[in-house]
């Protein structure tokens, strides 16, 4: 006889019936836990109804029918709405010091139109390279570049922190602009926008 703790059996759920109320409530759910694009939850949704879909023997296009309307029900209702989503998300990356053409790429990778793409960009309220030149400065200052180092070993890791900037997106003139800085107060004054 084995000392071994029993194994509990795996409990196995049989699939619902994806009406439009369990649609409505797996969305509702998802979107209490994670922000979502409409293309994020109708690809959500499509994958948790393929299941009891395939069991109640309903058409692909009757599910996405029924998920498409309620999505547009939270949509009208305000919960879910893309071209916000998209200005907060590109607010938030331009805080975090990301360059104009790193925020297009993300928005882009997560499925928002090339209008609201541009929307959100527009909302921004700046021309790019002024974005680019106030994210450059955040991102120096994060990183304690340029001159928040130390004069001495400056020269050395100016290298280094071109490359850095570049591989982050920014353009050789806005990093060479932000790391020819030569105080901090210079730098403070760039994520103003007063330089």
């Known amino acids: 006889m084995s000392d071994e703790p029993e194994k509990k059996a795996k409990r196995i759920y049989k699939p619902k019936e994806p009406t ?38 309903i058409p692909k296009e009757e599910i996405l029918s029924r998920i498409d309307a309620e999505i547009g029900k939270l949509v009208e209702a305000g919960i879910l709405n893309d071209k916000e989503f998209a200005a907060s998300k590109a607010r938030v990356m331009a805080r975090d010091g990301k360059p104009v053409a790193r925020i297009s790429l993300k928005l882009k990778e997560m499925g928002f139109s090339d209008d609201l793409q541009d929307h959100a960009l527009a909302e921004l309220g700046e021309e790019g390279r002024d974005l680019d030149l106030k994210a450059a400065a955040r991102y120096v200052r994060k990183r304690k570049f340029g001159p928040f180092k130390p004069a001495d070993t400056r020269a050395e890791r100016e290298e280094k922190e071109l490359a850095s900037l570049a591989r982050t997106g920014f353009s050789f003139d806005v990093a060479r602009r932000v790391l020819d800085a030569e105080t901090t107060e210079e730098i403070e004054a760039l994520i103003r926008g007063e330089a």
């Open 20 to 57: 439009s109320r369990w649609l409505r409530d797996a969305a509702l759910r998802y979107l209490n836990r994670f922000p979502a694009t409409t293309m994020k939850l109708r690809q959500h949704l499509l994958r948790k109804a393929s299941a009891g879909a395939e069991m109640f023997e």
